[in-house]
């Protein structure tokens, strides 16, 4: 388990660009993988999402191979929302 005051991914573009998302991601993520992350904590953005297990950028739903679930605990009260963020 890996905890960040930023989150890894995130919906709420005002504060977190795709592009600094995918920056983020491709520095950090090989990393994760390297030491089988199983989860990320992130924070700052107050609200709560979680992804499914994410290889690549990608929902890995196999069960055959590893990936990261990603989540944003901030929760400040924000609506449900669906995210799009990832490739499905």
């Known amino acids: ?5 930023l989150p890894f991914y995130t919906t709420w573009t005002p504060w977190w660009t ?14 994760l993988e390297e ?3 199983d989860l990320t904590i992130g924070a700052h953005v107050h609200q709560y999402e979680r ?3 994410v290889l690549n950028e990608t929902c ?5 191979h590893y990936g990261i679930v990603h989540t944003v605990v901030g929760t ?3 609506a449900k929302h669906e995210s799009n ?3 499905n």
């Open 1 to 5: 388990i890996v905890g960040s005051p």
């Open 18 to 31: 795709k592009q600094e998302s995918i920056k983020r991601t491709q520095e950090l993520d090989p990393l």
């Open 35 to 37: 030491y089988h992350v």
């Open 51 to 53: 992804t499914c297990r």
């Open 60 to 64: 890995v739903e196999d069960g055959e």
């Open 76 to 78: 400040g009260g924000r």
């Open 85 to 87: 963020v990832l490739k």
